[in-house]
């Protein structure tokens, strides 16, 4: 099955700049729509942004403007550049991949481990 491993999180102060990176196995990345999640502590997960395989994107309110997802299928990799972050976009950042083939469009199949993102103040 689809393996994918985030990397980047890290800590930033408030007005910095991460930018966050989801590689997936490669056999079947380009048919997926790709997202990222967050879960801060204490707090249920949430939707953060999406990209699908024609580039169509969708954000949450509150990182539209900030946040920008992006994909290249050649380098099987996705992407979060999150840019003035603020100290509660602090939380671990997930990638997940929805295959059409696996239970059709709008679940999420594969899971990646989660990178920690800390905004200071």
């Known amino acids: 099955q689809e393996q994918l491993v985030e990397s980047g999180g890290g800590l930033v102060q408030a007005g910095g700049s991460l930018r966050l990176s989801c590689a997936a196995s490669?056999?079947?990345?380009?048919?997926?729509?790709m997202a990222w999640f967050r879960q801060a502590p204490g707090k249920e997960r949430e939707f953060v942004a999406t990209?699908?395989?024609?580039?169509?994107?969708n954000y949450k309110d509150s990182v539209r403007g900030r946040f920008t997802i992006s994909r290249d299928n050649a380098k099987i990799t996705v992407y979060l550049q999150m840019n003035s972050l603020k100290p509660e976009d602090t939380a671990v950042y997930y990638c997940?991949?929805?295959?059409?083939?696996?239970?059709?469009?709008?679940?999420?199949?594969?899971w990646g481990q989660g990178t920690q993102v800390t905004v200071s103040s």
């Open positions: 997940a991949a929805d295959d059409p083939y696996i239970r059709g469009y709008g679940s999420y199949d594969y």
């Open positions: 990209i699908t395989t024609g580039g169509t994107t």
């Open positions: 490669g056999r079947t990345f380009s048919r997926y729509t």
